[in-house]
């Protein structure tokens, strides 16, 4: 079990920046991927942002440049830094994180965050 827990979200004005975190607590040995999804309203929950064990990032084109994915293996936490923001990127914004179960089965895990709102005026 792997609880999820956001925060850094917020209101703020097009062209700001906001720092999302999110921190890991439980069985956190085998957590592989983390990544950051959004969901604004109306519109499907789409990947924002993902990360390997590697520090390999991959980005959606419409945050590609200014959206930063970071992870800590210590601490078990990954961030997003949100710089030149739009109205188009209000959403909720949830942390996902993948992981591997523990022997017999090693099942594949998904966690998921509740979720933190971002609110860009325009």
């Known amino acids: 079990q792997v609880q999820l827990v956001e925060s850094g979200g917020g209101f703020v004005q097009t062209g700001g920046s906001l720092r999302l975190s999110c921190a890991a607590s439980?069985?956190?040995?085998?957590?592989?991927?983390m990544a950051w999804y959004r969901q604004a309203p109306g519109r499907q929950r789409e990947l924002v942002a993902s990360?390997?064990?590697?520090?390999?990032?991959a980005y959606a084109p419409s945050v590609r440049g200014r959206f930063t994915i970071s992870r800590d293996n210590a601490k078990n936490t990954v961030s997003l830094q949100m710089n030149s923001l739009n109205p188009e990127d209000t959403a909720v914004y949830y942390c996902?994180?993948?992981?591997?179960?523990?022997?017999?089965?090693?099942?594949?895990?998904?966690?998921w965050g509740e979720g933190t709102l971002v609110t860009v005026s325009s």
């Open positions: 990360i390997n064990p590697g520090y390999n990032t």
């Open positions: 996902n994180m993948e992981a591997r179960g523990g022997p017999p089965e090693w099942e594949a895990l998904t966690y």
């Open positions: 439980g069985n956190t040995e085998r957590i592989i991927n």
